[in-house]
Every structure is written in structure tokens, then in C-alpha cells.
């Protein structure tokens, strides 16, 4: 009798031990298949996160126009997340990055800011010498921007689909300046960056229209100035426009432990008790 209740003492042992075995390995696979999955999670790709490069013009043929071939708008978008409204088809596209835009005008114009207006003039008045020349003048601009566009995508794999993203896109703007660059009457050269505690009047949030596309990570932009440039009343309203080539980054999930055909087999033990 003794040897009997050994031998089924020992066999609940093991029949429990089995049992804590299996929920282990369970409770394992589970946690790997929950993390596979919160992995595919959130890895849509959108029109957002990568570089964008581009040319720009004030979209003005009188007193503002500028040398568009010279005048650049460059990207840095850093994050981008894509809430999906239809898997990786439809979705909104939100994130954050950094804008920097230069202003080429003609050589002999430089930026005249006053206490209420801003003007581009003949000449260099912001210069001592009156008899310097001038061979580049800019202006410049830095914005922190926000995106909100509503993104569609023909395939879930960017590589091989078109994609499409309308919307606006806010920023705040983090300086600007005015550079003037060439030589003194003397023959020396100078590079001056001009600050004015007005900013030059230019508007301290922006909002633009943007329109792009592409196939696979490459593809277009284009970008509407909503607000303008300068404040109302500081100068006419100037709307500049750029158009540019976009260089997307493609997101992709962490590697799989467990290969999606490969059969694991669980053996479970139950243990309903012994009368």
C-alpha cells in the first residue's frame, strides 16, 4: 500500500511538473507571437519620413521675384507615423521635421526692414560703404514643421507601389536672416548674415499646401504657401510655391524568430486529480 501511494505521489509530481512545463512554453510562444505582432504594428509607410529637396520661387514677376534656380527649400523629416484608416491603403499621416529655405534675389537687391515694413531694393543699405558690391543675397529661414496629410498607397510593400498624399503641412519658424555676400569698395570680400529683431516681418507660424507622390521610396513634391511670408501690412502678400524630388525611407519590422510554416508541437498534460 505504502508503494502504491509512492508511485502515485511520484506521478502527481511529474503529471504537475509536465503541466507547468507546457503553460511555460505556451506562455513563451504566446509572448513571441504578441511581440510579432505588435511588431507588424504601426509599420505602415508613409509619404513623410526621408529628405526633400527642391526649388523655390516668391511666385512674384515684379518687385519680389527671385532666381528660382538658386533659391532652395531642403527637407529633413525625421518621423512620421501613419494612422491607418484602410490597412496601408487609406490612412492619415502625421510626425515631425525641419524645413530650411533660401531666397536667391538679384545681385544688385538687398533686403531694407523697417519698423513696420520690409522692402527689396536697388542697392545696399544695410552696407557702410556705398560703393560695395554686391553678389549674393539672400534670405533665409529655418521652421520646425508638422505634417497632416491623408495618404493612399496602392501596396502594402512600398517598394513596388505608387502612393499618393494631400494635406498641409504647419511650421514655426526658427529664424531668419539676411545674407549679403561680395566686395568693398576697398577690393576686400565680405560674407555678412544680417539679423533684425523683427525677423523681417516674417510670419511666425507658417501653413502650406502639399501635394505628393511617388513610386517606391522616390518620388515629387510640391508646396503652396497658405499664410505667405511676411506679415499683413509688412509687404505685399507673398506666396511662394516649391517643387522638389522626395527620397522616402521605408520602414520594416524585426526579423521573425519562428518561420511562418514551421510547425510546433505543444504537448499538454492535464491533471484532474486522483480519487
Known amino acids: ?77 525625421i518621423f512620421e ?76 510593400n512600398q517598394k513596388k507601389s505608387i502612393s499618393l498624399a494631400v494635406g498641409v503641412v504647419g511650421g514655426i519658424r526658427l529664424f531668419t536672416n539676411h545674407r549679403l555676400q561680395g566686395k568693398y569698395s576697398n577690393g576686400d570680400k565680405f560674407n555678412n548674415v544680417i539679423r533684425d529683431n523683427k525677423y523681417f516681418h516674417a510670419n511666425l507660424l507658417s501653413l502650406d499646401g502639399m501635394v505628393r507622390v511617388a513610386y517606391g521610396p522616390i518620388g515629387l513634391f510640391g508646396t503652396y504657401s497658405l499664410n505667405g511670408l511676411f506679415k499683413k501690412d509688412a509687404a505685399e502678400k507673398i506666396s511662394p510655391i516649391s517643387i522638389g524630388v522626395s527620397f522616402n525611407v521605408q520602414k520594416t519590422g524585426s526579423k521573425k524568430k519562428w518561420k511562418d510554416n514551421e510547425d510546433i508541437d505543444i504537448i499538454e498534460s492535464s491533471f484532474s486529480g486522483l480519487k
Open 1 to 77: 500500500m505504502k508503494s502504491l501511494n509512492k508511485i502515485l505521489f511520484s506521478a502527481l509530481i511529474i503529471l504537475n511538473s509536465n503541466l507547468s512545463f507546457s503553460q511555460k512554453i505556451k506562455t513563451t510562444l504566446n509572448s513571441r507571437v504578441d511581440s510579432t505582432t505588435s511588431n507588424k504594428k504601426n509599420l505602415y509607410n508613409a509619404q513623410w519620413q526621408g529628405f526633400d529637396i527642391g526649388f523655390m520661387s516668391t511666385n512674384k514677376s515684379a518687385q519680389w521675384s527671385n532666381n528660382v534656380l538658386q533659391s532652395t527649400s531642403l527637407g529633413i523629416n
Open 81 to 156: 507615423y501613419k494612422i491607418p484608416l484602410f490597412k496601408q491603403y487609406i490612412g492619415i499621416t502625421t510626425g515631425f521635421g525641419f524645413n530650411f529655405k533660401t531666397f536667391t534675389f538679384g545681385d544688385d537687391y538687398s533686403i531694407l526692414s523697417t519698423d513696420s515694413t520690409i522692402e527689396l531694393v536697388k542697392g545696399n543699405p544695410s552696407l557702410y560703404d556705398a560703393n560695395a558690391t554686391i553678389k549674393s543675397s539672400t534670405l533665409n529661414q529655418g521652421f520646425f514643421q508638422i505634417p497632416l496629410l491623408l495618404d493612399f498607397s496602392t501596396k502594402k
